[in-house]
């Protein structure tokens, strides 16, 4: 049963949306930190299938920075180019609270 907008997208959506959402907020986000922020949607494992694809398709990009603790991670991005699409994605569909 579909109870909200979000769950009409696929889960490389869901990741990117959620890449998109801590970007915009000047927020660090790392695999174990998205994991953690989309667990309710999807296991670790299909985290990771979805980031695997987004890299492949050019819409998430990682650089190493720095995480929370001050440690090293493999920080998360949306390709400039994907941008606008992940945008009207987040706007329409993750960030809707509302009921189909």
Aim: hydrophobic share 40%; proline share 1%.
């Amino acid at each position: 049963m579909i109870k909200s907008k979000s769950d009409l997208l696929s889960n490389e959506f869901k990741v990117a949306a959620q890449v998109y959402e801590c970007n915009e907020k000047g927020e660090n986000i790392w695999f174990s930190k998205l994991v953690t922020l989309l667990g309710t949607h999807m296991s670790a494992a299909t985290v990771m299938k979805s980031l695997r694809m987004l890299s492949d398709w050019s819409v998430i990009r990682a650089e190493y920075g720095p995480t929370d603790k001050g440690r090293a991670g493999r920080l998360l991005f949306i390709a400039g180019e994907s941008k606008s699409t992940i945008k009207e994605v987040y706007e329409n569909f993750w960030n809707e609270k509302s009921t189909i």
